[in-house]
């Protein structure tokens, strides 16, 4: 049964059915034609009980007093066919007037009877009111679905119902996402971490050895050992660096489809947060079992040793420094200067006691070796200079050092001895020689003094102040060449730097 | 006047037709561009909960693959981080542990000193600490007055710059300021006399 059939059925009348003698006689009122054919065929259809039936019951007995009338007008008016006898007769009426009326004037329709009288209920109505009750419901139904769906303005009737919400579902795999990547994450910073640390290792039995092979003042098979073995450290530096980059330099975040983040940007700076989050509760929490396990020192000092790495780790998950150096270096194409410089960089850039250590390191002065300048320096003025023969051949003695690493201060004091008077002139060659070092600034003397005779030979006193230049301390191309004399000696002073022959001389004469 | 109502009910119903054709399409429409809409948000929440999914087992297996090279190598890096401790331990203490570093400059004496090469040290005095600018570290600073011989001078002021490789495990040093002076007869015999202030470093915790 169709839902047209069954709203037919609940109406008050019937629909495409002949209807009953008290609906007929109202068709009659109303001017409508009678039914035939089929329509005549359901006539035997009880009638139903209707408001329009109990008025025409009202008005029958008036009917029924005209019924002769309207045969016989019906009859004599074959034109009005369609109407029934009382109102083709009051028509017949109205079109002449006079002419035809052949009985009396035609009774009025009581139209008053009509009061109170309602057409039939419009099936397209019902319809429309059912159809736009179903779309309002089932709009009801899709805001509420995508409501619990989409959003969370339903999560406690979701939640207590148990209903599946693709949001909830999917927030829930993106904690799941930003757990598994931060624990990712961990583990290639510990890795990373553990791989800058083989870097500072190395690195500063690298240092070590490079402050060896350029130190002048070490024995050349040392030095030469100390080129061999930072050959060595350099394959694992480098190593250890590549590793460190790969571990590093990779994507901490991973886009995840969620509303509240506008700037897939921002992934990156959540996940760094979330890793510097976790790593620092590892931290925390290890060094707190560490204070509680304090009385078993050996498991303390595990602990506390993981604590420490796990804080110096994640000193690492925002340095940007680090990661642009571990990205943009061709390890490989460094030179043993740069690659010092490399180690250094890392060292103060990777917060941890070396680079503590590093920093002192790199303040500090390398005196032996700025000694051994002065002495070099010396003997380009002097040929023999401290090998014992200044009593003999005359030369330049020193008898005190003063070196002051805050100020960067050296104050030399000695004495020159010539037995060919030019005492003056090797001062000032030294002093000429040591302005000329890289190494030294500032050197200078204003006063003068010379005592003796030619038989004695002729003493004069030096005092010199000299600046040491402390970046070309750190760039070992300025380092001068032992072998080299200085152009200007030979050509300007007329000191002879290769003196009298020192053969047959005692040297403490 | 009966009349006139009832065509006006009529009308109504008619009306009535008319205004709920028209809510129906409009209800409709609107639901129809809410669902839409709606369904589009909720095919791409849909699809990423898929993808999501497949994201969730790459994860997955990434990480146990990053786990188990961590969990392979821990030994070493254990190992490597132990043996970093263990020299900054000496190197870069924890506390001034000035007696340690006495008996490393007496340790160094007596590997230095020979009757032909002289080298000893006559007095160490320790000052008040001192802690860097930045608050990074400590350092205890000592004067030491020492005879040597030029050899034994040269080596102890490597000795002294070399100091804080964790491969040597010298306590960090740091020479501030070196005072010689030799004396005609000293000089002669190869003997330097010198006053040295020297800065000993250690963490500052």
Known sequence: MSFLEKIREKLPFEIGKSETSEGKEANLLLGKPEPFGDEKLSANVPPKKNL???????????????????????????GEEGYSPLIASALKTEKSPTDERILDAPPEIDESLLEGVEPPKSILLYVMKGAFAFIVVLGIVAILFFMSQTTHRLDFVTNSLNIPSVLDELDKENAEIKDLQTELNIYRFLQGKFYLNQVSYYGDEYLRNYYIKWNSTIPEEERKAALAEMTKLKEKIVKAFDLAAEKLTKKKGIVLIDLSIEDDSQYEVIFENLLSQKLEEKASGLASESAN??????????????????????????????FALLQNTNIKALDEHEFKDLIKQINSIVENELGSIQKIKEARINWSDIMNQIELVTSY????????????????????????????????????????????????????????????????MKSFTKSGSADEGYTSTLSLKVQLQKEALEDPDDKIVPDAIPEFLEKETGVSVSGISVSGINKNE | ???????????????????????????????????????????????????NETVIQDLKSQTVS????YQNQKKLFDDLSDGIDASLKEVFPAGD???????????????????????????????????????????????????????NFTKFLQYIEKSGSLLDKVRLMDIQSIHMSFDESENSSGVINFSVKINAYFQNI
């Open chain 1, 293 to 322: 396990e304090a009385a078993s020192e050996d498991v303390g000092s595990t602990v506390d040793s993981g604590g420490k790495l796990y804080s110096q780790t994640r000193q690492l998950v925002s340095n940007t420094e680090l």
């Open chain 2, 1 to 51: 006047m009966a009349k006139v109502n009832y065509q006006e009910i009529i009308d109504k119903q008619k009306r009535g037709i008319t205004f709920y054709t028209v809510l129906c399409v409009l209800f409709v429409g609107l639901i129809g561009a809410y669902t839409y809409f709606n369904w589009v948000d909720y095919s791409l929440h849909k699809e990423a909960v898929a993808q």
């Open chain 1, 52 to 78: 329009i039936g109990a008025l025409l019951d009202k008005i029958r007995p008036k009917r029924e007093k005209t019924s002769a009338l309207d045969a016989a007008d019906a009859l004599a008016a074959p």
């Open chain 1, 381 to 444: 003025v002097d040929q023999y200079f401290s090998e014992g023969y200044y009593e003999a051949l005359g030369g330049i003695q020193y008898t005190s050092y003063d070196f002051d690493t805050s100020t960067g201060e050296i104050t030399i004091t000695g004495v020159t001895k010539r037995y060919d008077t030019t005492n003056f002139t090797m001062i000032t060659n030294l002093i000429d020689q040591l302005n000329a070092s890289s190494y030294f600034t500032g050197v200078e």
């Open chain 2, 66 to 69: 990053e786990k188990s090279e």
């Open chain 2, 97 to 151: 542990d000035y007696t340690e570093l006495t008996r490393a400059f007496d340790h160094f004496e007596s590997e230095t000193d020979r009757n032909n090469n002289k080298f000893v040290i006559s007095n160490i005095e320790y000052q008040d600490i001192q802690v860097s600018e930045d608050g990074a570290y400590k350092c205890l600073p000592l004067r030491m007055t020492i005879s040597s011989s030029e050899e």
